[in-house]
């Protein structure tokens, strides 16, 4: 085993972290720095802070990042079909349309029910 078969990919590890890394040292040593009381206040899930750790939180937040995921996965599976539809024919296009059909139904039978309204 040569070092040389492995310069790629330490090249290729080197890269990605400096990458990842070298926008983050520069905006930390050019940007601005102006704190005040809100930017260093602790900000979660669409809520203003409290101090109480075991409030409850509504589950419509929780419900709609769900419902969210779960049709954007579903929508993610049309870009292969569209790319192997030429290979799949007639028979992959039609167990689309199912497969969209239900999508569709699922996605009124969540409107209809209130699931998406936000109050």
Not at 4 to 30: D, N, R, T
Not at 58 to 69: G, H, S
Request: aromatic share 18%.
């Amino acid at each position: 085993m040569n070092v040389e078969q492995y310069l790629p990919v330490i090249l290729f590890i080197l890269v990605g972290a400096g990458v990842g890394v070298a926008p983050q040292v520069i905006g930390f040593l050019l940007g601005p720095n102006r704190p005040n009381s809100e930017k260093s206040s602790p900000y979660e899930c669409g809520f203003e802070a409290f101090e109480d750790a075991r409030m409850k939180f509504d589950v419509r937040y929780y419900l709609v990042a769900i419902l969210f995921i779960l049709f954007d996965l579903e929508i993610a599976f049309l870009f292969p079909w569209a790319v192997a539809l030429h290979e799949i024919g007639a028979v992959g296009f039609w167990a689309m349309m199912v497969f969209l059909t239900i999508l569709v139904v699922g996605f009124a039978y969540e409107w209809k029910k209130g699931a998406l309204d936000w109050e």
